[in-house]
């Protein structure tokens, strides 16, 4: 995969298509979720053929889900782990809720913000996995009691809410921080991008002469 | 039943002792539930586990199995000590009076006249005295020793409440309430009932267990009242049936009996039956026997018995021993004396004891010939279905015949309840593959022999020859053809006192009343005359109305004698006509006549005053406390421990089994010991099936699927056995691989001192059929029967237990095996 | 069964409009069963069998008289059979027809998302409607009693009909009619009441005090109720719920978390959607560009120098 030239790579394919396949189960689990979350929603059921394949389906998509995020999680809990600049950057939110990020503090690969989801995520979806396959009924159902499986369904209720809040505020995020969209779907940044967002990140590429999307990689900065 | 299923409802007291009726009979529960719930009746069930019925019961008493005569007799032990009897009823309605003679004496567990070498009595000395006239001598004032009432006071005083539990192994304080519950009855508007099964008749002492039980209902006044009764629950729908036209190897239809060779004339034959009375006046109706037995012969051999042939008598068979029941007829096979069996309707490879000995028997028989709707275990007997049939085809040289019928459902016909009502019952389906009814099979064996007989002449053509066989189609008679002859008819016309003519010839008999000894009548079995008469198929009646309630619905069906629903219903009343107890009243004296609700079983127009007993089959009109010599083992039931039994019989050591039960000596060398069988085992239905039948249909088999035995947690702990897990039962003459039931049901019972632990064998399973496979709990009973019935003892015999592993799974689950041990259902299964 | 037509529910699950329910003047139903003159004879299995055309599969003996062993797609109603001793030693052998008890509160339909999976006639027989149902097994957790098993064939949920579909027309359930004590019995639920205070006060007088009806009001009564002569202690007869009730989280689950679960997504939807028109996009400005070049081109300078 070729790149813009003057460009900077913030997601390799590898983790493009990662991101892609735990996006495409997790909006599918959701549709189907709510579908047997709210009757409001039970509609959504058509989506899937049947109220039958929707309850079929849904498991393996979890299981699914969570293979997958496994692999995003890989790639990307280094650059999540927590530090001193979230907290400097957490502190200046209104600002980056204003689009004044010129007056945030300047943070690496990923803010505060990215960051709350990552691990949101990295702690609901293996809860919704184990939960889920409590209450698996074709396999599991009669692996553990019935009120094991009460708590379980709550639980993963809860947790599919919170998962789904969360993934309200990252596809937000993406639409409104403009740029992110591509940096997910091509993998590219332009540096300007790079530089008002994650300062840091791309001091770093640029001292090391890194093309992205971390410092240490091999490849020589790509020219202009 | 002396009463009928309706009737139980009348009870102030429910007894279920000998039998499981919830288990074995929960159509006809329905009335003890309504008894305790509209006449606030106490159901007491003694029984050596806590069955079905048990967990509705009011008071329950655990009994060893095979001891009910010792708990019988201090029953009455304690009826006569504490003065709990109808005193009227048993002074005037039982030969409590009468005088027995001199010479009459029991001692050592032995009455007077036995005789060791042939194990049987003469009889002679149990009888009573009689005076000048030929009638019993009798002391209404109770004083003379001999009189049956001190005689019986005599017999019984031994039976102690604690000689009671030290047998039965019945704590004291459960026997006693229950004793005080018995007395309670003996009010003479109160009554007991007493529901009995197998439980009582399969043992050694079966036909004395029921005796003893019967003594008791006459003591407490319950016999012929509402509510009372000796009532024996038929294990099948048509068991009654069966005794009733005769279908046993001593009896001709309607309980008259087959000659003897020593009954060389028909004079010599009724010399013994026609009963003249033994008190003034009374009717003694067998002394209509002639009549009955002449209108047999006439339904039998039509023109050909005529008075100068004597009826035909001839060419009846006569038996040279009791008779060739079963127990018998497999003996003879065993010894190669039996080549041939016709097995119609029976299962003996399940039904009877010693499976092992059924087996080797059946393998010696020329031919076997099986009429059954189902593919039982007698017509696979010689096929290798490994453990549970371990027969070597290639030895067997039995040649089978399967002929499948249609059954009750696939035919029309009768079918005769506990309760001895004949139903009519229609067809409701077409028989499936080449399945004929059994009156198709049965023409086409007829006239095969009788062309046969005809064509080759033969030893005794004559019986075969000259039968009756008027039958629209004579290849197929009809149910309903059947029955009207069954009925009977005139054969002229019959005229009464007067002249006028009451039946035309031709016409259906209206009752036994009409029957001649004459030629003139026919009927093939006298008692159901009356359930076809010229007013129609009585039998098909179905209204079900019952009059203020009284648990009598004479418009349903028909009861067969006279469609009489209670039996002895004069003794409802007391000795001026009126009901012993007023708010069930059955019939009563209105000045010119009796009437009630039910057929009076007695003469309609006898007075009270005349004194005519209401026990009208019998020569004293009275209920019998002394049986005089109609029992082969005594005038009085007596306690006799079970041929295989684990405890010494206290009362007389040296005679401790029934002396007078008949045994090969081959099945006594096959009787266990305590010491290496320790454990009493006992045999029963379980309601979820029916028989050996019901494992053929899926839903049976899925309510309960595979064999089993109960056993206690006592026993199972000291064997180490789990609930569920695999034992192998034992006895002397076989074993059986099976699961364990372990339940707190079954408890050791403190039986002289020691506990004895009883393991329960329910029969259900077999190797055909959709069930998983068993063994048959037959295969652990032993061969012997009750002394006077030969009814096998399957209720109490000895048995060992032991944990085992669990079985291959292959012998459990696969079918018929070749010579080769190959299962047939890898290969073709071989044709008949 | 009997899915007749919508006017006939006063309850359906998943959906949110109330049923027209026209036939509210139907007197409510009742199955009666008093245990105490259950003989256990199996005959209402049988029945069930029978009317509903069931064959599960035959098990083995295992060690108990339930067979099957437990209430599976094929069997929806099971005699459970309890060996009890009390403290005086007395055995009692408490037999118990297991099945649904068609609950007035059903916690199947309140758990079930399906809509018309599992409905409740004016009658008040609650019934599994199986083309509707997904087989996801909420109406088991939902369930206080352990009823609804789903098949491993065609995974719908299946239970008692309360054979809806002979009472429909008039006929009672053939549990009810093969019952040879009468030990079941049905007809309309005050007439069954009162039939049970008769028998209650008649195993009082011999002497079960503690003895009553069991139509627990936690799930406000029931369609099938019971004779108890332990009515105090129903756990007895082969763990019969002393308390029944639905779950307080299946309560939380299907009451309180669905508004609020609701409420926060679309409170989430819109702020990000007023955040949008407020604040609008968050785009890279020349400057920015500007700037990221700035640094690079130092970077570079820095970086020949080095080398």
């Not at chain 1, 992110?180 to 002469?209: E, N």
């Not at chain 2, 399973?765 to 998983?772: I, K, L, P």
Request: hydrophobic residues 40%.
């Amino acid at each position: 995969m070729s790149y813009p030239k003057g460009t900077i790579v913030r997601n390799s394919t590898l983790t493009r298509v990662n991101h892609w396949i735990t996006g495409l189960c997790f909006v599918l689990l959701t549709l189907s979720g709510l579908a047997m979350f709210h009757p409001v929603f039970f509609w959504l059921s058509n989506l899937f053929g049947s109220g039958q394949w929707m309850r079929a389906l849904h498991p393996w998509l979890g299981v699914t889900l969570i293979v997958s995020f496994l692999g995003l999680f890989i790639q990307f809990w280094r650059d999540n782990l927590w530090n001193r600049d979230d907290v400097e950057w957490a502190k200046s939110l209104d600002k980056v809720l204003d689009n004044r990020e010129e007056e945030v503090p300047p943070v690496g690969r990923f803010n505060a913000g990215q960051k709350v989801v990552f691990w949101g995520m990295a702690l609901i979806l293996p809860v919704l996995f184990v939960t889920g396959i409590l209450i698996w009924e074709v396999y599991f159902g009669g692996a553990t009691s019935i009120e094991t499986q009460r708590v379980a369904v709550l639980i993963h209720s809860l947790g599919a809410i919170g998962a789904i809040l969360i993934w309200i505020t990252h596809v937000y995020a993406a639409i409104w921080v403009k740029g992110s969209m591509r940096a997910m779907l091509h993998g590219w940044v332009t540096p300007g991008w790079a530089h008002r967002h994650h300062r840091k990140w791309f001091q770093r590429l640029v001292a090391t002469g890194s093309p992205g999307p971390t410092p240490d990689s091999t490849a020589k900065f790509r020219e202009h | 039943m002396t009463n009928t299923w309706q009737d139980i409802k009348n009870a102030n007291v429910v007894l279920v002792m000998g039998g499981n009726a919830a288990e074995a009979h929960p159509c006809g529960f329905k009335w003890v539930i309504e008894a305790k719930i509209e006449n606030k009746a106490k159901l007491v069930v003694v029984d050596p586990r806590f069955t079905r019925t048990a967990s509705v019961a009011d008071v329950y008493a655990p009994i060893r199995p095979g001891t009910d005569i010792a708990f019988l007799s201090g029953v009455m032990r304690y009826l006569l000590e504490n003065d709990a009897i109808q005193h009227a009823y048993v002074k005037a309605y039982t030969n409590a009076s009468l005088i027995v003679k001199e010479g009459y004496g029991f001692e050592d567990g032995l009455f007077t006249g036995y005789n060791e070498e042939k194990r049987s009595y003469d009889k002679s000395s149990w009888d009573y005295e009689l005076d000048e006239q030929g009638y019993a001598k009798s002391d209404d004032t109770w004083q003379h020793p001999r009189c049956v009432i001190n005689l019986l006071k005599g017999h019984v005083a031994r039976y102690t409440p604690e000689l009671v539990s030290r047998i039965c192994g019945t704590p004291q304080d459960k026997y006693l309430e229950i004793c005080k519950i018995f007395a309670s009855t003996a009010a003479p508007d109160k009554a007991l009932t007493s529901l009995f099964a197998l439980g009582w008749t399969q043992h050694s002492v079966g036909a004395q267990n029921i005796r003893a039980m019967a003594m008791v209902q006459l003591l407490l006044g319950n016999i012929g009242v509402a509510g009372g009764g000796m009532n024996a629950l038929r294990g099948h729908s048509n068991i009654q049936g069966l005794t009733d036209v005769g279908l046993m190897s001593n009896l001709l239809p309607g309980y008259m009996t087959i000659p003897k060779d020593t009954d060389v004339s028909l004079d010599k034959y009724l010399e013994t039956k026609q009963f003249k009375p033994l008190r003034p006046g009374q009717t003694s109706y067998w002394q209509n026997y002639r009549k009955f037995f002449v209108s047999f012969q006439k339904a039998l051999y039509g023109d050909a018995a005529k008075a100068e042939n004597n009826w035909a008598y001839d060419w009846l068979p006569k038996l040279d021993v009791d008779g060739y029941d079963v127990l018998r007829a497999f003996e003879l096979m065993d010894n190669g004396q039996m080549n041939g069996y016709i097995c119609q309707g029976f299962n003996p490879m399940q039904a009877f004891p010693d499976r092992g000995k059924i087996r080797r028997s059946l393998s010696k028989l020329k031919y076997l010939v099986v009429i059954d709707p189902l593919d039982t275990e007698t017509a696979n007997f010689w096929q290798d279905y490994g453990p549970q049939n371990p027969s070597k085809p290639a030895e067997i040289q039995t040649e089978v015949f399967q002929l499948p019928t249609t059954c009750f459902a696939e035919e029309d016909g009768s079918l005769v309840n506990s309760a001895r009502w004949l139903q009519w019952h229609w067809k409701a389906a077409d028989a499936p593959g080449q399945a004929k009814p059994d009156l198709w099979i049965m023409a086409g064996l007829y006239h095969r022999l009788k062309s046969m007989y005809a064509k080759d002449g033969g030893a005794f053509p004559d019986p075969i020859l000259n039968l009756s066989w008027s039958y629209a189609d004579p290849a197929e008679p009809q149910p309903a053809e059947l029955a009207r002859e069954m009925n009977g008819r005139a054969l002229v016309d019959i005229k009464d006192d007067t002249g006028a003519v009451v039946l035309k010839a031709g016409q259906q008999l209206d009752g036994f009343a009409q029957l001649r000894d004459d030629g003139t009548t026919m009927s093939g079995c006298w008692i159901f005359a009356g359930s076809w008469t010229e007013k129609g198929n009585q039998m098909a009646r179905r209204d079900a109305s019952d009059p203020r309630d009284a648990g009598i619905a004479p418009n349903w069906a028909w009861a067969w004698p006279a469609n009489r629903r209670i039996l002895y219903n004069r003794a409802s009343a007391d000795l001026d006509g009126k009901a012993w107890n007023p708010h069930k009243p059955v019939i009563q004296w209105n000045g010119s006549k009796w009437v009630g609700f039910d057929v009076p079983d007695y003469g309609p127009t006898v007075k009270p005053q005349d004194g005519v007993g209401p026990f009208i089959m019998n020569q004293e009109g009275q209920g019998r406390l002394f049986a005089r010599g109609l029992m082969v083992e005594g005038p009085f039931p007596e306690h006799y421990e079970p041929f295989e039994s684990p405890a010494e019989n206290v009362l007389h050591p040296k005679v401790k089994s029934n002396p007078a039960a008949r045994v090969f000596p081959n099945d006594r060398k096959a009787m266990g010991t305590a010491q290496d069988f320790p454990y009493v085992g006992t045999t029963y239905r379980l309601t979820e099936h029916f028989h050996y039948w019901t494992k053929h249909a899926l839903i049976n088999a899925i309510l309960q699927p595979e064999e089993f035995v109960e056993i206690g947690e006592a026993l199972a702990k000291e064997k180490g056995i789990e609930q569920g897990g695999w034992v192998k039962v034992s006895s002397k003459r076989g074993q059986v691989i099976c699961k364990a039931f372990v339940t707190k049901r079954i408890k050791p019972l403190m039986v002289d001192g020691k506990p004895t632990h009883v393991i329960g064998c329910p029969i259900h399973w077999g190797f055909t059929g959709v069930a998983r496979k068993g063994y048959g709990a037959n295969t652990l009973t032993p061969f012997v029967g009750d002394a006077n019935t030969n009814t096998p003892e399957f209720k109490a015999f000895l048995l060992n237990i032991e944990k085992t592993n669990a079985p291959p799974a292959v012998d459990v689950a696969q079918g018929p095996r070749d010579a080769q041990g190959v299962p047939k259902s890898l290969t073709k299964v071989g044709s008949l | 069964m009997a899915d007749l037509q919508s006017q006939d529910y006063i309850r359906r699950s998943a959906t949110n409009l109330t049923p027209p329910s026209v036939r509210h003047h139907e007197l409510e139903v009742a199955k009666l069963i008093d245990v105490s003159r259950c003989i256990g004879c199996k005959a209402c299995q049988s029945a069930c069998m029978e009317w509903n055309n069931l064959r599960p599969e035959m098990e083995e003996f295992n060690g108990a008289y339930e067979n099957p062993h437990d209430l599976n797609p094929g069997t929806w109603t099971l005699m459970r059979f309890a060996e009890y001793e009390d403290e005086q030693g007395n055995l009692e052998w408490l037999i118990r027809k297991d099945g649904c008890m068609h609950c007035e509160d059903p916690g199947c339909l309140k758990a079930c998302p399906a809509p018309g999976a599992i409905v409740q006639y004016a009658n008040g027989i609650v019934d599994f409607i199986s083309e509707n149902c997904i087989g996801c097994g909420y109406c088991v957790k939902g369930c206080p009693f352990n009823i609804p098993r789903i098949s491993a064939q065609d995974h719908k949920s299946y239970k008692c009909t309360l054979c809806s579909d002979r009472v429909g027309v008039g006929l009672e359930p053939a549990c009810v009619k093969t019952c040879p004590t009468g030990a079941i019995m049905f007809g309309s639920k005050d007439d069954m009441k009162d039939w049970a205070g008769e028998r209650i006060a008649e195993l009082k007088e011999r002497g079960f005090q503690n003895a009553g009806l069991y139509d627990p009001p936690e799930v406000g009564g029931t369609h099938v109720m019971y004779v108890l002569h332990h009515a105090d202690k129903p756990s007895l007869y082969s763990g019969l719920p002393d308390k029944p009730h639905i779950s307080a989280l299946v309560g939380a689950w299907k009451g309180v978390l669905k508004p609020l679960a609701l409420a926060g997504l679309a409170f989430a939807a819109v702020s990000a959607f007023v955040h949008s028109i407020v604040s609008g996009p968050n785009e890279t400005t020349e400057a920015d560009e500007a700037r990221a070049r700035a640094e690079m081109e130092k970077a570079k300078r820095n970086g020949s120098a080095e080398s």
